[in-house]
């Protein structure tokens, strides 16, 4: 089982930057893949990225390529999104979820361990 707590959310300018961190502990993370959803209300949910247990292989939403970048720390039991050029359209929660022994699936479904999320609120 693996505990998530997401932070870094917050209002911005359209064309800004933010930098979501996701705190996990439990003894799986490191053989966990990791993934950032987004929800608005009224929309279907997506996976705006993931990435697989050591990092090798990571997978973005056509909508935020090139402009956020998953990473993580498994010494310090993190996983980041850095998020740049944002629009009013990345308006959402974000949450981090993780996926035991999981190779860093886009879907949702995949995944069992989930943060409370964060607001990311983009003004235009």
């Known amino acids: 089982q693996v505990q998530l707590v997401e932070s870094g959310g917050g209002l911005v300018q359209a064309g800004g930057s933010l930098r979501l961190s996701c705190a996990a502990s439990?003894?799986?993370?490191?053989?966990?893949?990791v993934c950032w959803f987004r929800q608005t209300p009224g929309k279907e949910g997506e996976s705006a990225a993931a990435?697989?247990?050591?990092?090798?292989?990571?997978y973005y939403a056509d909508s935020v390529k090139g402009r956020f970048t998953i990473s993580r720390d498994n010494a310090k039991n993190t996983v980041c999104l850095q998020m740049s050029r944002l629009k009013p359209e990345d308006t959402a929660v974000y949450y981090c979820?993780?996926?035991?022994?999981?190779?860093?699936?886009?879907?949702?479904?995949?995944?069992?361990?989930w943060g409370q999320g964060t607001q990311v609120t983009v003004s235009s």
């Open positions: 990435l697989s247990r050591y990092g090798g292989s990571a």
């Open positions: 979820a993780a996926d035991y022994l999981g190779g860093g699936s886009s879907f949702s479904s995949a995944y069992e361990n």
């Open positions: 439990g003894r799986s993370f490191s053989r966990s893949a």
